[in-house]
């Protein structure tokens, strides 16, 4: 494990488009980083993140033939330590590395960390050597790791982007699922087909793909149960439907708990939004209410919250840096959550006004 003291960004040379400005910077700068996953231990930030790297994409070849994603290679994963956010960013290099995964045989896309009696648990998605996604459980007794791989994925997991929330009464669960890329609509009674379609194959009328949920096994190394829809509905009460492109889920679900209540995050993909909705027990339903992040520069949108300091922070990742959809960099803002409980929308960019 290396690790690297940097002080934050005060300015990255990669314009905002449409002449605006941007409403945060990058917490590093002399790696790419993406997809965090932020938490608070022994009172320090941990944001655990996936390492963008440059070059060329993946070579399109049998198993893998015809994958999206190709461009997202990253080979191992990171973690950004602060006392505070705004605050100087240690980061920790090779937590875990691809060849240190005996299934894995590629892409090691957004992980997240979990800690219980003494043990840290790195989850992350790769794709096995059949080209599907499986969600693996490595550990290490710091934070910061180096983490150490279980030989096999978890039974029973397919898709990409794992979140794990521990409850009040700390039992865990673990959120995941990704469309596209990502292969959740590969997946039939959770067994992954090669030659299922590409895409999301619903019609805009029909029930949209949900985040999947199950609980973990006491050891946090395995699901206690099948995994279920974590189901969004409309203010009606209405499972969400494919043609809800602004509101449905894509991929990158998180949740959170303000309130008494569960707030389940996500990506809504092509629409370039972080929206969030909640409900009253961690498998929901979970009924929509907005937006947490608006569109920022570069495709994806994968964010966490984590309360610290006596407040909430948002983490997500742009292109600013690199300006280049696969190559991100990680940000951080303050979240608010007003009086009923909803969420102010955030905006990574500040319009100038002449």
Do not use: C
Not at 118 to 136: N, S
Not at 168 to 183: I, N, R, V
């Amino acid at each position: 494990m290396k690790a690297a003291l940097l002080l934050p960004v005060a300015l990255v040379a990669q314009s905002a488009p449409n002449e605006r400005r941007y409403a945060h910077q990058p917490l590093v700068r002399d790696i790419y980083t993406a997809d965090p996953a932020a938490h608070v231990f022994g009172g320090k930030l941990y944001v655990y993140a996936s390492h963008d790297i440059e070059g060329p994409p993946l070579p399109d070849v049998p198993p893998f033939q015809g994958a999206q994603g190709n461009a997202f290679k990253m080979r191992d994963y990171v973690a950004l330590e602060m006392a505070r956010p705004g605050g100087a960013v240690r980061v920790h290099r090779d937590l875990l590395k691809l060849e240190d995964v005996p299934w894995a045989a590629r892409q090691l896309w957004a992980p997240d960390v979990a800690y219980k009696r003494g043990t840290y648990y790195l989850y992350f998605p790769a794709k096995d050597r059949a080209g599907a996604f499986r969600i693996g459980v490595a550990t290490a007794k710091t934070p910061a790791g180096p983490f150490t791989a279980r030989p096999q994925p978890i039974r029973g997991s397919y898709s990409i982007d794992p979140a794990v929330f521990t409850d009040d009464d700390g039992t865990s669960y673990m959120l995941f699922g990704g469309l596209s890329g990502g292969q959740l609509q590969k997946v039939v009674d959770g067994v992954y087909r090669a030659d299922g379609p590409a895409t999301d194959p619903r019609g805009a009328r029909e029930r949209a793909f949900m985040p999947q949920i199950a609980r973990l096994s006491g050891d946090m190394l395995e699901f206690a149960e099948t995994p279920r829809d974590a189901t969004i509905v409309d203010k009606a009460g209405k499972p969400l439907l494919s043609g809800d492109e602004a509101q449905r889920f894509f991929e990158g679900a998180w949740m959170h708990k303000h309130g008494g209540r569960y707030y389940l995050s996500y990506s809504t993909g092509g629409t370039h939004l972080l929206a969030y909705a909640v409900g009253d027990t961690p498998y929901g339903p979970f009924t929509w209410r907005g937006t947490i992040l608006r569109p920022v520069q570069g495709w994806t949108t994968h964010g966490s919250t984590v309360r610290h300091g006596g407040r909430w922070w948002l983490f997500y990742a742009d292109s600013q840096m690199s300006g280049k959809t696969w190559l991100r960099n990680v940000k951080v803002a303050p979240l608010q959550h007003d009086a009923d409980g909803a969420i102010r929308p955030i905006d990574p960019f500040i319009e100038d006004r002449k």
